[in-house]
């Protein structure tokens, strides 16, 4: 019998070219007579532009042109669009080019094009710029305040949306009865992305065909494709084939439309040349879009028995200078909504209002609105339970909702499918060896020590769906995935996805799933992806949609692969179709199992047709779209431990364990890969990481001396384990990982340096806990009368 390649922790296929240097990505391409774009960006975070001078930039021998947003604007080139809408959002046009006014740091104002980068990147030092600046603001509570610096004549007071679920007064009613209730002020920090690749566009206009190819970094071609297209440069959709080759991490960021991709189009068409920009990696800081950054007010209530009653949230989500594709969505469905966490609450009321800043555009960062979901419940659930002298995995499992309790619908909309969080929580526990580590911090504390112990018991909603629903909620964009599964006369088999791999696995992880269903070898199997001229259609990699969606539309397909084979053999063996099975890559006549036809056999007979059923089309491939019934709903408990230095308020992780419960695994190796990444970017944000601009609107994290990711020695060994508890709705229950990583982290981290810091009477910090803040903190607590020592 083949071996069951679902579920075994086989190397990635694709490895070997990344780690050898033989990728091959968008900056990595040479086409005859390209040249280089350079782009002048502004030094202000505000300023109307009151003239460009570009003579001396065009003077420069090798500069081919100096493009400019007026030039742009008249050539017909339209604004950026949103992907989702809310009623009464303002939609202040985006133009790749700002004609007449920046409105943050690093916003373009002129795009230089010549031989050679170098000389496109000295000419553009040479465009005068006449600024007059004006006035910046960039915190979203203070672009709400009066007088606050209008960003956009057509969003007053700065408000871009306003957003709400749940039922105020009811939850006032509950508060107003409540046993006790906590109430937090949070700030979740501002991030930057830092994918390995930066950025990087190539574009070539075919003069005879009118048609456009653009290379680019991107988590999702056919959506690219369809803004530019049809909203950007009004050209039929066909017209223009974008490919996003090997990409080098994307975490988000890379979902986007972005300026740079519709510049060189419009310069490639311009001087009919192939024109290639790629990022430095400061115009990365000031220009992919940001993570995060909301203020938030949050209460939790309670009943005398300790089970949370009500939930009470306003938060000011910063939207930064512009709105970005999905941006709206962000501080809206995917976290308004994911406000329930995994515990039973009566009521919840969340209201959000989202200010335009002169910062750059904040849109969807790994987890997209569920971290910041996550990290305001469990700071709560972690302070509810000090208050009531609880512990704070008990107080979790008090609350939790119970297994037969699913499908559960919680009071803000969604319906979770599946679920056992008590599981993944006793599970966690007992991997960490929790009452010992409590016994331990006891003892530490004795000796002025200052551990903490931090939980985070997280759910996140994937794979958004069905398309109607979503698109009833404001979405642009369909949510179903395609897949087409070509069967080569010699067996061998191409799977095209409409989802992107940009360092998850995918060419690994699909390839398996297809050779279980095909009973092949896996080696057989390639996987095709990332290219709008070869695949069906597909709305890309995002929200952890890839597996759960993309992957069930290739099983689908597949599925239709076999029962036109079953077919096929039928009529070779002289059988009845439903008297064919499909055992240990054969086909064979049930009880007669020397009676039998190979895949090879009939892949070959389907395409040479000579011996074929009346009744069939020649050839064997299928197609399939699929569109999900529900989310999936992904769940786990992360416990941190750390150590804080009391004398220098510096924070080391001591020990990770994480329980997380994705339904059945496709490839652990890979799963427990994804995990780690995804805490080491949690673990970034609630130690290290924060985007921190000054007065003026200036980005003064803008490199990597001010910005500080994690590195190794940040880190510990991770202690992973899994609960499996499928999805009821999708061909093989499996549900996202790729941001659970990152959505429980912060959180744990977080709880744990909070615990770690009650001895000196802290109960709540904003992250990052950098040495200073927490030194601070510490030096506070000492002063007060309930001081640690």
């Not at 107003?176 to 906590?182: E, G, I, M, R, S």
């Not at 419940?377 to 208050?387: P, Y």
């Not at 992880?509 to 057989?524: G, H, N, R, S, T």
Request: net charge negative.
């Amino acid at each position: 019998m083949a071996e069951k390649m679902m579920g075994k922790a086989m190397k990635r296929v694709e490895d070997p070219r990344f780690i050898t240097g033989s990728g091959n990505y968008t900056d990595d391409m040479q086409l005859p007579g390209m040249v280089h774009a350079a782009m002048v960006r502004s030094p202000y975070a505000h300023a109307n532009i009151k003239a460009i001078r570009t003579e001396a930039a065009q003077a420069v021998p090798g500069v081919l042109a100096v493009i400019t947003g007026q030039e742009m604007k008249e050539a017909g080139v339209g604004s950026i669009p949103t992907g989702w809408l809310h009623p009464g959002i303002k939609l202040p046009p985006h133009y790749a080019i700002t004609p007449d006014k920046v409105r943050h740091m690093g916003e373009i104002v002129a795009a230089v094009i010549a031989e050679t980068r170098q000389i496109a990147e000295d000419a553009a030092a040479l465009v005068e710029v006449d600024y007059e600046p004006l006035e910046a603001v960039t915190l979203g509570s203070k672009a709400l305040a009066p007088g606050a610096p209008q960003i956009h004549a057509e969003a007053p007071g700065n408000v871009c949306f306003t957003w709400s679920i749940g039922n105020k007064d009811e939850v006032d009613a509950l508060f107003a009865q409540a046993h006790k209730t906590v109430r937090l002020e949070i700030r979740n920090n501002r991030l930057v992305p830092n994918a390995m690749e930066p950025r990087a566009s190539l574009a070539q206009y075919h003069k005879a065909s009118g048609e456009y190819t653009l290379w680019t970094t991107s988590q999702n071609p056919h959506i690219h494709r369809l803004l530019i297209a049809a909203f950007i440069l009004g050209i039929p959709e066909h017209k223009l084939r974008v490919i996003a080759p090997d990409v080098g991490g994307g975490f988000g960021s890379k979902i986007y439309q972005y300026p740079e991709e519709i510049i060189v189009l419009y310069a490639s068409k311009k001087l009919n040349r192939p024109v290639k920009w790629t990022a430095r990696r400061s115009e990365s800081f000031v220009t992919d879009s940001h993570g995060r950054d909301h203020e938030t007010v949050a209460e939790m209530a309670v009943d005398a028995d300790g089970k949370i009653t009500a939930l009470r949230v306003e938060t000011i989500a910063n939207m930064g200078a512009y709105l970005t594709t999905f941006a709206p969505a962000v501080p809206t469905y995917l976290y308004g909504t994911l406000l329930a966490g995994t515990y039973k609450t009566q009521k919840i009321y969340c209201h959000v209002t989202a200010p335009f800043t002169n910062t750059v555009p904040v849109d969807a960062y790994r987890g997209a609105g569920r971290p910041e979901a996550t990290y305001l419940i469990e700071r709560l659930v972690d302070t509810m339970a000090h208050e009531l002298g609880m512990d704070p995995a008990e107080f979790r499992r008090k609350n939790f909702i119970q297994p037969d309790e699913f499908p559960y619908q919680t009071p803000v909309a969604l319906v979770y499918d599946s679920g056992n969080y008590e599981a993944a929580l006793d599970k966690a526990l007992e991997m960490a060896n929790y009452k010992a580590l409590r016994q331990k911090q006891e003892e530490l504390r004795k000796q002025g020590r200052y551990i903490g112990i931090g939980l985070a018991s997280y759910l996140e909603a994937c794979g958004l769906a069905p398309s109607a629903l979503v698109g009833s909620l404001g979405a642009q964009a369909g949510q179903w995935e395609s897949a087409l599964v070509r069967v080569m006369p010699t067996g061998k088999v191409e799977v095209f996805t409409g989802t992107h791999s940009h360092g998850q696995g995918h060419e690994t992880a699909f390839a398996q799933v297809v050779a279980d269903e095909l009973q092949i070898p896996v080696e057989d199997v390639v996987l095709v992806h990332g290219d709008t001229g070869r695949m069906p259609y597909g709305w890309g990699s995002y929200g952890s949609r890839s597996a759960p969606t993309g992957l069930s539309a290739i099983v689908l397909a597949s599925r239709k692969i076999v029962d036109k084979a079953k077919r096929i053999a039928a009529h070779l063996l002289e059988a009845a179709p439903e008297d064919i099975e499909h055992v240990d890559g054969q086909f064979r006549v049930k009880g007669v199992p020397e009676r039998a036809k190979s895949f090879t056999d009939i892949a070959l007979m389907a395409h040479l047709a000579h011996n074929y059923p009346a009744d069939l089309e020649p050839g064997l491939e299928a197609t399939h779209f699929y569109d999900p019934k529900n989310f999936v709903f992904p769940f786990g408990t992360h416990i941190a431990v750390v150590e804080v230095d009391p004398d220098t308020g510096k924070v080391k992780l001591q020990s990770y364990t994480c329980v997380d419960d994705c339904g059945p695994l496709i490839n652990p190796m890979i799963a427990e890969g994804q995990v780690h990444g995804g805490i080491a970017q949690g673990l970034g944000q609630a130690l290290l990481e924060e985007a921190v601009y000054d007065e003026s609107g200036n980005l003064v994290t803008a490199n990597f001396l001010e910005y500080t990711l994690p590195r190794a020695d940040d880190l510990v060994q991770i202690n992973v384990g899994h609960t499996i508890t499928p999805c009821p709705h999708n061909p093989l229950g499996i549900k996202g990982i790729g941001e659970a990583g990152t959505i429980a982290s912060t959180a744990a981290v977080a709880n744990a340096v909070i615990d770690a810091l009650r001895p000196f009477g802290v109960i709540h910090l904003d992250m990052p806990y950098t040495p200073e803040k927490v030194w601070r903190a510490i030096q506070a607590g000492r002063r007060m009368p309930q001081a640690a020592d």
